[in-house]
């Protein structure tokens, strides 16, 4: 089965700090690879999908790279806002419509 | 309404009621998912319907049953529920049926409380 791991749990920075998240997962054979975002009380929202084929993912100041040899992915944020507060999920997607997430980085941007 | 839409948004029920959770899509999506998230555990994939048809069930228990009338609604009947099913469960769509590789979109999710 399937097992992903994100590294922090929770992480509070200060307004404008570079900051990265970590994903790891157990099996290199995914399709793509994906990272979300969860607001308190609400749904996911897609911030950025990486094809198995392809190594990073850029949407504004959000850059997700993929290492399927290594098993890792990263999701670098460049100058943070307390907007960015929220829950950042990584998700695999292993087989066809299956999507294994890790617990998720509690992320607080303090202003 | 747009997006993915889930009613109620908050439930409480007895172990001994029966009740449905109902989720709608707005995009013309063939793929429908539901999804259980507990307190710190990471989301898990309850069911997936593509075109109405039901193409995975991860292992269930029949205490959740899942209905597709069409492929813009999805329900999850829910009866003789365990204070362990409290969670919140979040109803997804995907542009591609059986196969898809492609991203979810989530609706807000209904917070069911089982006491």
Not at chain 1, 14 to 27: A, I, M, Q
Not at chain 2, 8 to 13: A, D, E, I, K, T
Not at chain 2, 63 to 71: A, I, K, L, V
Not at chain 2, 94 to 99: F, I, L, N
Request: glycine residues 6%; proline residues 5%.
């Amino acid at each position: 089965k399937q097992e992903v791991t994100q590294i922090p749990a929770a992480l509070s920075v200060p307004e404008g700090e570079n900051l990265v998240l970590n994903c790891s997962f157990t099996d290199s054979a995914i399709y793509n690879l994906q990272w979300f975002r969860q607001d308190p009380g609400k749904g996911l929202t897609s911030l950025l999908l990486i094809q198995s084929s392809q190594r990073e993912q850029t949407s504004g100041r959000l850059n997700a790279s993929l290492d399927k040899s290594s098993g890792r992915s990263t999701l670098y944020i460049a100058a943070s806002q307390p907007g960015d507060s929220a829950t950042y999920l990584c998700a695999s997607l292993y087989n066809f419509n299956k999507f294994y997430f890790g617990s998720g980085t509690k992320l607080n941007v303090k202003p | 309404e747009t997006g993915v839409t889930q009613t109620p948004r908050h439930l409480v029920m007895g172990m001994t009621n029966k009740k449905s959770l109902k989720c709608e899509q707005h995009l013309g999506h063939n793929a429908m998912y539901w999804y259980k998230q507990s307190a710190k555990k990471p989301l898990e994939l309850m069911f997936v319907y593509s075109l109405e048809e039901r193409v995975e069930n991860n292992s269930v228990p029949s205490r959740f049953s899942p209905e597709c009338p069409n492929s813009s609604h999805l329900f999850l009947h829910l009866h003789t529920l365990q204070p362990e099913d409290s969670a919140l469960y979040l109803c997804a769509s995907s542009q591609e049926g059986v196969g898809a590789t492609d991203t979810q979109y989530f609706g807000p999710g209904t917070r069911l409380t089982v006491l």
